[in-house]
């Protein structure tokens, strides 16, 4: 289960890099780095998955997940919220000023 | 007044101007507290000094949870001579920049407290936080009126943000293999990690603060930013790069850093010529700045591979002069009307600080960027990579070359127009710090011996 | 007064120059006066036999020092400042590109090389030297001046870098930067960075481009001063080591290529820098013997300041009353210009060692402690190649029928003959009282007026008219140079079209960002 968790994770990753690498169209490359931020959290999250584990809410001896990554992805959502929304104004913005959003067309980007 | 000060006050006060928004636009409170916002946690940072100069390490454990769990912020040397170097320069760039909106000013403040977040924390994801906070504000501040900005600005996201995905990676792996994120702790454990995390850490550090494969996004960024944004992005953002690095390096990835120190330091020399080359062959003044960042990183980065602590040293050295004399030579460039190098004119109180900054670039002696490439040249001849001295020198000749070409085109006209106080004195303090620092190098050489004992080297 | 003074005045008074942006002349010749005076206060006790040390710490020390040898060069370096400043006042017309201050600042740097009493103080000063005589060079700010400006600083940085390497090999091999500790490769390294700056024969090509582009006190300055700054290095280096051989070739080559080269030449301002390169030759050979010899190196290239800068000023002085600097262009200004065209044979003589005049003295100094009789007889050669070349070059200037052109030229400004009439009487005086000079820098005696050295000054002169005949007769002096700046210029031509191609590679798209950021780390971990 864990492992599947960061194989998934990992794949993910590679597909975005995939888009990122292979696409030209702005959007396309921002979706990339969505999916490698999924991938992240995903990896982060079974890296913190403990088999047969319960909620870490400590009463007696259960084995219960790391809290810990949970957490920290929390943070990460947020920050990839924040970038990604920044991404996209960004996008719109050179539509407006260029008309296109094809990275071959749009030179020097 | 306890460190964590150092890192708020700058978020707290970003937050109250962004408050101030709402009522009608009072500029002078708004400036002097955009001032107080940096000034505070620079006499904080100050405050520090003492201590932290007889060797002691001031520690703050957040909400008083322990350094297993919470997150630990510490003031040592290094820390200290970072955060006190980027304070000072952010300050007169703050003062520079007083002009602009108070978007720029909340920002700004944001960036700072992110910055100097970095330089405390000894928790990985927190730096890791503080990374983004610090990329975002940086993200934005590069756009400027110019439409080419946005596009500079997308380019810098989309590789930052990789570079942030990698540093997570990493963090990740990290954690996995030793459960804990303190990285005190990790290294007092003394096991070596994955190749694959420190290459994580190594490329995402690397594009951060623009090693040669990975410096696409410098150029276009630094040079289309307005001139206060191109001076604190190549003048501190770069570094903060190359600090963690040296934090991260020497501590948690020590046996992977040392094992492949050959690849590291070609890595430097390389990322040399190229930012020097590619320098030479620009038009636009304020792009030949930023290859010339690129280069003057590829030494830095050269000087920290060596191990050695002359290297280290060396490397702090050219991180304060770079810091100093870029600061200096991007905000000169703000005063300069048309950026083409061949029509290049200005003032005289424009183009003597730029001069004393170009000379400083360039390692040349009573300044400050010569204590740098002393040591740096030094720690190569040590470690018998008299090679790698050659280079650095030869690339100093080119960087002669073409700052001193700019230089001699701002000497030879003159234009008139009239500046504003607050942005000339900047560039007056940051010129002759350049000077200062060069000739009278012992005023620091404590602390940043004692910054690169800290880190300890290979002896 | 501590010796350091005598740098720190010019500093000192072109930082106030900078500061009230005024002009600056009379706080030039003030402070360079008082750098002389500096100089001069320490003579008793040089004269007593004492050296001066003296140190300022920064994180290394910059090391301080002077001995009889330097003293000598220094007192008149510090003297020839004062009148190249003096000659200035009229010959810079005006002047909104801080020519003062750069001259000052290239002046105390200079004073601040011949004190060094090892190798960093010596790289330090031997660097600000160059950039500040760099924007001297392109003070004209023509295409030209820049292009030689350019040269000038590549090259001497070059020099510079390889000084800074060897005195770092020295360091980390002794704890010390002693000049006496160079060995091996770090002596070579020494020796090829002074030789750049000194513009020894293959490294020369740099001289001849930047010394005649800028004005003619700077080219004085240069020629006569700064180039003395790598020979300072070479002679404190042999001043502690054997001979070394290659130097001696080096020497040969400089002696007659500079001379050969210089012969081929019309401008007046580019055949005494070839000249320059070929009296370098002589200091090399000097300075490459044991004890005599070195003395003569040291007492030639101390003549050779004054006499060169001495025929600079008398160029400069022909260059601004008439405006022509092609020698083909000139002619018959004996009458117009006496002051000048006296002077300006003072100086020839003085060049070519003609007895009385103090170049004669320390080319019998050399000439007696050469051994073998092949280099004496090169010897010989260049100097009668000398004494051809500066009769060609008065001949032309000074006799001869005036062109119609040059008819309303009036003689240089009295400011202008001055300083040439004064550093004449030098060369005179020096010439007549050989030994007032040489006698600080050698221990023993020399007989200066043996039949030997007359004999040899009359079998130069001989030769020079030979050569002068047969050159005018065959025409050498028309045929187009050829030299070894080729090599330079094909090279930063190859840097030029790199950058270009690298610039063109390094600015693609998005995409392939990504795809380097991915590969750099696939590359590294397989590596």
Not at chain 2, 361 to 382: D, N, Q, R, S
Request: glycine share 8%.
């Amino acid at each position: 289960m864990i492992l599947n968790g960061i194989i998934t994770g990992i794949i993910l990753i590679l597909i975005g890099l995939y888009g990122m690498i292979a696409k030209r169209h702005i959007f396309k490359i921002i979706l990339g780095l969505i999916i490698i931020s999924t991938g992240i959290v995903l990896f982060f999250v079974s890296l913190g998955y403990v088999n047969n584990g319960i909620a870490p809410i400590i009463s007696g001896d259960n084995l219960y997940v790391d809290p810990l990554p949970h957490t920290l992805m929390l943070t990460t959502i947020v920050v990839e919220v924040c970038i990604t929304s920044l991404a996209l104004v960004l996008a719109l913005k050179i539509y407006e000023k260029y008309k296109t959003l094809d990275i071959k067309i749009l030179e020097d980007i | 007044m306890d460190i964590i000060f150092i890192v708020i006050i700058p978020f707290f006060v970003s937050f109250i101007l962004s408050l101030m928004r709402v009522f009608r636009r009072n500029i002078f409170f708004e400036n002097f507290l955009s001032i107080t916002g940096i000034l505070i946690p620079f006499l904080v940072s100050v405050s520090t000094f003492s201590a932290v100069r007889s060797g002691e390490i001031i520690t703050y454990n957040i909400g008083g949870w322990s350094p297993f769990l919470g997150i630990t912020l510490k003031m040592d040397a290094l820390s200290f001579f970072f955060s006190f170097l980027s304070l000072t320069l952010l300050i007169l760039i703050m003062i520079y920049s007083l002009s602009r909106s108070p978007e720029y000013k909340i920002l700004y403040l944001l960036m700072t407290g992110g910055m100097q977040g970095i330089l405390l924390t000894r928790d990985i994801f927190n730096m890791y936080v503080f990374f983004e906070i610090l990329s975002v504000t940086t993200y934005i501040l590069v756009v400027s009126k110019e439409k080419r900005s946005y596009k500079a600005s997308f380019k810098y996201l989309t590789l930052g943000s990789i570079a942030s995905v990698l540093f997570l990676l990493g963090t990740g792996i990290v954690y996995k293999t030793t459960g804990v994120l303190n990285i005190d702790i990790i290294s007092s454990m003394n096991t070596p990690q994955l190749k694959i995390t420190f290459l994580l850490f190594l490329t995402s550090l690397g594009i951060k603060s623009g090693i040669f494969p990975l410096h696409f996004w410098i150029p276009d960024a630094h040079s289309i930013a307005p001139p206060p944004v191109s001076a604190f992005l190549s003048g501190l953002v770069l570094k903060i790069g190359i600090y963690s690095m040296l934090r991260l390096f020497y501590t948690v990835f020590r046996t992977n850093f040392f094992e492949m120190n050959d690849v590291l330091i070609a890595l430097g020399a390389i990322t040399v010529i190229f930012g020097s080359f590619l320098a030479l062959s620009q038009k636009n003044l304020k792009k030949m700045l930023a290859y010339s960042s690129i280069n003057q990183i590829g030494i830095i980065f050269l000087a920290l591979s060596f191990g050695t602590e002359l290297g280290i040293i060396g490397g702090l050295y050219m991180i304060l002069a770079h810091a100093v004399a870029k600061v200096c030579l991007f905000l000169c460039s703000g005063m300069i009307g048309d950026l083409n190098l061949l029509n290049l004119k200005s003032k005289p109180f424009v183009s003597i600080p730029f001069f004393i900054g170009a000379i400083s670039m360039i390692g040349l002696p009573f300044t400050c960027g010569f204590i740098g490439k002393y040591y740096v040249c030094l720690a190569a001849v040590e470690t018998s990579y008299t090679l790698y001295a050659g280079v650095i020198l030869f690339t100093s000749i080119i960087s002669a070359v073409y700052l001193l070409r700019a230089s001699y085109y701002l000497f030879r006209t003159s234009e008139d127009y009239k500046i504003p106080y607050s942005m000339r004195i900047p560039v007056y303090i940051t010129s002759s710090l350049c000077i200062i620092l060069g000739i009278l190098p012992l005023m620091i050489s404590d602390i940043v011996e004692l910054a690169a004992k800290t880190l300890g080297g290979i002896v | 007064m501590n010796i350091i003074f005598a740098v720190l005045f010019p500093i000192t008074g072109a930082l106030i120059i900078l500061s009230v942006k005024k002009s600056g002349i009379y706080v030039s010749i003030f402070v360079s006066m008082i750098s002389f005076l500096t100089v001069l206060s320490v003579y008793p006790e040089i004269f007593n036999g004492e050296e001066i040390n003296s140190s300022i710490r920064m994180i290394f020390d910059l090391h301080f020092f002077v001995d009889r040898v330097n003293f000598v060069m220094l007192l008149f370096i510090s003297f020839l400042n004062i009148l190249i400043l003096v000659y200035s006042i009229k010959y810079i017309k005006k002047d909104n590109h801080g020519y003062y201050p750069s001259l000052l600042l290239a002046m105390g740097f200079t004073l601040g090389s011949f004190l060094s009493g090892d190798l960093l103080t010596f790289y330090i000063f031997f660097e600000m030297t160059t950039l500040f005589s760099f924007f001297l060079v392109m003070y004209r700010g023509t295409e030209r001046a820049r292009r030689a400006g350019f040269m000038y600083l590549i090259m001497c940085f070059m020099g510079g870098a390889l000084i800074l390497i060897s005195a770092f090999i020295v360091y980390l091999q002794e704890g010390n930067y002693d000049m006496e500790n160079l060995n091996g490769i770090s002596s070579l390294l020494f020796l090829l960075g002074c030789l750049i700056k000194a513009g020894a024969f293959p490294l020369h090509f740099w001289l001849p481009e930047a010394h005649p582009v800028a004005p003619s006190p700077i080219s004085a300055l240069l020629s006569g001063i700064i180039i003395k700054i790598g020979l300072y290095g070479i002679v404190r280096f042999f001043m502690t080591h054997e001979v070394i051989h290659w130097i001696t070739i080096i020497a040969i080559f400089s002696m007659v290529f500079g001379v050969i080269l210089a012969l081929f030449q019309n401008d007046i301002k580019r055949i005494l820098a070839y000249s320059s390169i070929s009296q370098i030759g002589y200091v090399l050979l000097g300075v490459n013997l044991p004890s005599m010899g070195i003395a003569g190196g040291t007492f030639h290239m101390i003549n050779h300041a004054v006499f060169k800068s001495l025929l600079f000023l008398c160029m400069g002085a022909v260059i601004y009353s008439t405006g022509e600097r092609n020698l083909k262009k000139l002619g018959g200004l004996y009458k117009k210009m006496p002051y000048t065209a006296i002077t300006c044979i003072i100086a020839s003589f003085a060049i070519s060692g003609i007895p009385l005049f103090n170049g004669f003295a320390s080319k019998a100094v050399i000439f007696d402690s050469l051994s073998s009789n092949i280099l004496k007889s090169i010897f010989l050669f260049t100097g009668g190649g000398t004494f051809a070349l500066f009769y060609k070059l008065n001949r032309d200037i000074f006799f001869g029928k005036l062109p119609d052109k040059l008819r309303s030229t009036e003689e240089a400004p009295k400011l202008m003959l001055f300083p040439m009439i004064i550093i004449s009487a030098i060369c005179v005086l020096i010439g007549v009282f050989p030994s007032t000079v040489f006698g600080t820098i050698y221990a023993g005696t020399f007989n200066f007026w043996s039949w030997n050295h007359f004999l040899e000054a009359f079998v130069s002169v001989i030769m020079g008219i030979f050569i002068f005949l047969y050159g005018e007769k065959a025409g050498i002096f028309d045929i187009k140079e050829y030299d070894t700046d080729r090599i330079y210029r094909r090279f930063t031509e190859i840097t030029c079209s790199f950058c270009e191609n690298i610039n063109k590679i390094v600015s693609t798209d998005l995409n392939i960002y990504v795809l380097c950021v991915l590969l750099f780390f696939i590359f590294l971990y397989f590596l």
